[in-house]
């Protein structure tokens, strides 16, 4: 079983920055895909980053890519999701997940992850 706690949520203004972490507890051996999803209200959650289990792979949406990114510190066990350049469609709640697989695209939509954190939620004002 795979626990994983998010943090770092907020409100901050466009243009400006956020960072995300989730920390990982339990046996993770098996899901060895890390991956940031947003929901927003009415929406599907959709993929934002993803990042394999040894750090070597990193995904990104085409919306963020360039603005954001994703690190793993293995040490701490925990997946971070550095925000820049927000703007105000960056809202939303956003989780952590955990999966098997982060190739071919599987990673961004909801289906297939079988870990979820309780969410987080990031706010970006004009």
């Known amino acids: 079983q795979v626990q994983l706690v998010e943090s770092g949520g907020g409100s901050v203004q466009a243009g400006g920055s956020l960072r995300l972490s989730c920390v990982i507890s339990?046996?993770?051996?098996?899901?060895?895909?890390i991956a940031w999803l947003r929901q927003t209200p009415g929406k599907e959650r959709e993929g934002v980053a993803a990042i394999n289990g040894g750090g070597s792979n990193t995904f990104y949406a085409e919306r963020v890519r360039g603005r954001f990114t994703i690190s793993q510190d293995r040490a701490k066990d925990t997946v971070f999701l550095l925000m820049d350049n927000l703007k105000t469609e960056d809202y939303g709640i956003y989780y952590c997940a955990a999966r098997r697989w982060c190739f071919y695209g599987l990673w961004l939509t909801a289906s297939g992850y079988e870990s979820w954190g309780q969410g987080t939620q990031v706010t970006v004002t004009s």
């Open positions: 339990g046996d993770n051996s098996r899901l060895g895909c």
